[in-house]
């Protein structure tokens, strides 16, 4: 009964740019599971962000919307944007439950890194309830993962799930150094975003453009 629920992966991230090693886990993670669709959700407030200077909302957004437009399983949505406060994932999932139905099973993709920190997420068992998650990880990096799914017992066996994926050692951290120092971003971004960021002015100071 289970195999014929809809299945919709979810990924999210401040997408400070949007680059293709985003694209390319989210295209492997929706193959590997067989998800209908991944929605990309661009956080409005990421709680664990809030000290940091981040790109204003509609720049990020319309350079997730030019980077996925070419994969038709690909869909960005304004959900976290159009809300008020920080944006918690929990609070995401109940939503979007609301808006597929309960019998949609969702699959919330990041990578090993914020796996391990779980614990300290908000309503993180209820969390574990509503979603799977995938943690996308370099061949190899197993141990710590396998603790946290231990850790979390039965609803960790069953609803936290790893993926090994050869991932291009690629951050919107290095993207935004680039563009400040005046290197090249050609081939990490995909062209449309490159000509957005370029013609916004995007990152090349701290004052970033509204």
């Not at 997408?15 to 998800?35: N, Q, T």
């Not at 090249?184 to 490159?194: A, D, F, G, R, T």
């Amino acid at each position: 009964m289970s195999d014929n629920r809809q299945r919709i992966g979810i990924m999210g991230g401040t997408f400070d740019p949007i680059h293709i090693g985003h694209l390319v886990v989210a295209e492997a993670v929706r193959i590997e599971y067989h998800l209908e669709k991944i929605l990309f959700i661009p956080a409005a407030e990421p709680p664990h962000k809030q000290q940091m200077q981040i790109t204003p909302a509609q720049h990020r957004y319309l350079m997730t919307v030019m980077a996925t437009c070419s994969n038709p399983h690909f869909q960005v949505s304004p959900i976290e944007l159009e809300r008020q406060g920080p944006s918690y994932t929990v609070d995401t999932a109940i939503a979007l439950r609301k808006i597929y139905g309960t019998d949609t099973m969702f699959y919330f993709i990041t990578g090993a890194d914020a796996v391990l920190e779980l614990a300290s997420w908000k309503d993180i068992d209820l969390l574990l309830e509503l979603c799977h998650f995938v943690a996308v990880t370099r061949p190899g990096s197993v141990e710590q993962l396998n603790e946290v799914i231990h850790n979390f017992g039965t609803q960790g066996k069953e609803h936290i799930h790893r993926l090994d994926i050869p991932l291009l050692d690629i951050s919107s951290t290095d993207i935004r150094e680039r563009i400040k120092d005046g290197r090249s971003i050609k081939y990490i971004v995909p062209e449309n975003v490159e000509n957005y960021i370029l013609k916004e002015r995007l990152y090349q100071n701290s004052a970033f453009p509204i």
